[in-house]
Each structure stands twice: as structure tokens, then as C-alpha cells.
């Protein structure tokens, strides 16, 4: 079995790499993140704004009942609430 220094030890190897990794790569990563967000602004833009113009709105057509007995007796209860 490993010892926790061991564990430690590699971690730290691992992390220096990536570090260095990163670093000798960072034009080719600042490029990617560049493009990636390049696909999520033009996805943004689309979904709000591009197909919010051609889509055609839904129009509701139905005829709005209002109950007097149930609005009534809401008023009841709050009064009843109140005292």
C-alpha cells in the first residue's frame, strides 16, 4: 500500500505537469476559449434573439371566466383572517 506521502509526492508531480502544461500551451488554449465562446455567444444569440423573430407568437383563444361565487367566498376567508 501507498503511504500518504507517496500520495502527496505524486500529486505534486501530477500538478506541476498540468501547470507546465498549460503554460508551454497557452495561445493554443486563450485560441480554443476564444472559439468556445465564440459557439456559446452565437448560440445565445440565436436562441434569443434570431428565433424569437421568426417564430410566431401563440395566441390563446379562449374565453376568460370569472366565478363570483368563488371570489366571494376568498374574500370571506380573508376578511375572516383579518378578525
Same mark, same amino acid.
Given at each position: 500500500?501507498?503511504?500518504?506521502?507517496?500520495?502527496?509526492?505524486?500529486?505534486?508531480?501530477?500538478?506541476?505537469? $498540468? $501547470?507546465?502544461?498549460?503554460? /508551454?500551451?497557452?495561445?493554443?488554449? $486563450? %485560441? /480554443?476559449?476564444?472559439?468556445?465562446? /465564440?459557439?456559446?455567444?452565437?448560440?445565445?444569440?440565436?436562441?434569443?434573439?434570431? /428565433?424569437?423573430?421568426?417564430?410566431?407568437?401563440?395566441?390563446?383563444?379562449?374565453? %376568460?371566466?370569472?366565478?363570483? $361565487?368563488?371570489?366571494?367566498?376568498?374574500?370571506?376567508?380573508?376578511?375572516?383572517?383579518k378578525?
Amino acid at each position: 500500500m501507498k503511504s500518504s506521502k507517496d500520495y502527496s509526492k505524486n500529486l505534486a508531480i501530477k500538478s506541476k505537469e $498540468i $501547470i507546465w502544461f498549460f503554460g /508551454l500551451h497557452a495561445f493554443s488554449l $486563450i %485560441l /480554443l476559449f476564444v472559439f468556445l465562446e /465564440l459557439i456559446y455567444g452565437g448560440f445565445i444569440f440565436y436562441k434569443y434573439v434570431a /428565433l424569437v423573430e421568426t417564430a410566431e407568437p401563440k395566441v390563446v383563444t379562449g374565453v %376568460l371566466k370569472f366565478d363570483e $361565487i368563488k371570489y366571494q367566498r376568498v374574500i370571506n376567508e380573508i376578511q375572516l383572517r383579518k378578525f
